[in-house]
């Protein structure tokens, strides 16, 4: 069974970078067609998906979000991360990371963390 586990400050200054990192057990970040995302809600909104890192590094981001942010990833700790530069009180929301695979049944979500931007 994956298992996902965010992390990360709770707190974030306007202008300043919100970092997290998702944690995974159960399963490898390298698994040949396995998805690794970035997933936030704003309170009182829809889920806006903002970017995914792929089982062989490669990134691709909201539109929307592109300019401000960057996915990474560390094989070695089964890891990976959520850089989001810039911020401001719209920012604030809880972050979810979140796996799915290409044949797979369904998808597994960490439980999400609340990060508040607020001076």
């Known amino acids: 069974q994956v298992q996902l586990q965010e992390s990360g400050p709770g707190l974030v200054k306007p202008s300043q970078t919100l970092s997290l990192t998702c944690t995974v057990s159960?399963?490898?970040?390298?698994?040949?067609?396995?998805?690794w995302s970035w997933i936030r809600q704003p309170p009182g909104k829809e889920l806006e998906w903002m970017g995914v890192i792929g089982d062989d590094g490669r990134t691709w981001y909201s539109p929307s979000l592109k300019s401000r942010t960057s996915i990474s990833r560390d094989t070695s700790k089964n890891q990976f991360s959520l850089q989001l530069s810039s911020v401001t009180p719209e920012d604030t929301a809880v972050y979810f990371c979140?796996?799915?695979?290409?044949?797979?049944?369904?998808?597994?979500w960490g439980q999400g963390t609340q990060v508040t931007v607020s001076s």
């Open positions: 159960g399963g490898s970040i390298t698994t040949s067609y396995s998805a």
């Open positions: 979140n796996t799915r695979r290409l044949g797979g049944v369904r998808d597994y």
